[in-house]
């Protein structure tokens, strides 16, 4: 059990997509669940000012986690919806729904019952903190604001931001940052590793090396 978290673009999931493949793990991302719970929240009517935490968990029944080729993917009525997760509207909400005591407890559920499936690389927030106090190893990613706000936009628009696109994503991200702080520090014994200057190759690479040194 290798447990990943950081802050918003940390290159978390990427990077433990990357770690699982090298290790011949599964990787289950937990942001993407709080994401799936918000999506299908999202496709049932009301303004999210108004939801409710039971009113998110009715709506989260249609989402399911499956095993696949070194992943465990987030499915909404038996499907892949990766653009909806990804999308804005799902982003600018996901924050209220991970707040939900109740939610929380339903994502760790669902990591949990992943990793009792077999070896797996983690990623979110609190995977070290909360879920996973016994991880075999635990990274703790972080990036400066800039270099996450242009990897976040390269992602999202496919290609180098504007002045003002880059601008606009660095202050979503911090804002994002502030409302998920809650749940967003590092374990004691977390390994620490910034990537504003490492390429995705070199931050799976370090991560793969520490995991082979205590596996
Ligand atoms: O990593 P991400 O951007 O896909 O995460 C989506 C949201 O879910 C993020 O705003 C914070 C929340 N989250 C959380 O609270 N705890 C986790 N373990 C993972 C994500």
Not at 190 to 206: G, K, N, S
């Amino acid at each position: 059990m290798i447990a990943i978290d950081g802050p918003a673009a940390s290159g978390k999931s990427s990077t433990a997509r990357a770690v699982a493949a090298a290790l011949g793990f599964r990787q289950a991302d937990s942001g993407a669940l709080y994401r799936a719970a918000t999506a299908a929240r999202l496709r049932v009517a009301g303004a999210p000012e108004s939801w409710t935490e039971d009113s998110v968990l009715d709506a989260a029944r249609v989402v399911s986690v499956r095993p696949a080729a070194g992943v465990f993917e987030a499915l909404i009525d038996g499907e892949v919806a990766d653009a909806e997760l990804r999308g804005a509207p799902v982003t600018a909400q996901v924050s209220r729904v991970a707040a939900m005591p109740g939610v929380r407890a339903w994502v760790n559920e669902r990591m949990r019952e992943c990793a009792a499936m077999g070896p797996i690389v983690v990623d979110g927030r609190d995977m070290g903190t909360v879920v996973f106090p016994g991880a075999t190893l635990k990274v703790w990613l972080v990036a400066s604001t800039a270099e996450r706000a242009r990897r976040r936009s390269a992602e999202l628009l496919g290609r180098m931001p504007s002045e003002e696109e880059h601008v606009l994503e660095a202050a979503q991200l911090e804002a994002r940052d502030a409302r998920d702080s809650r749940q967003s520090q590092p374990a004691a014994d977390a390994v620490r590793i910034d990537t504003t200057l490492l390429t995705p190759e070199e931050q799976a690479a370090r991560i793969v090396a520490l995991a082979r040194q205590r596996l």
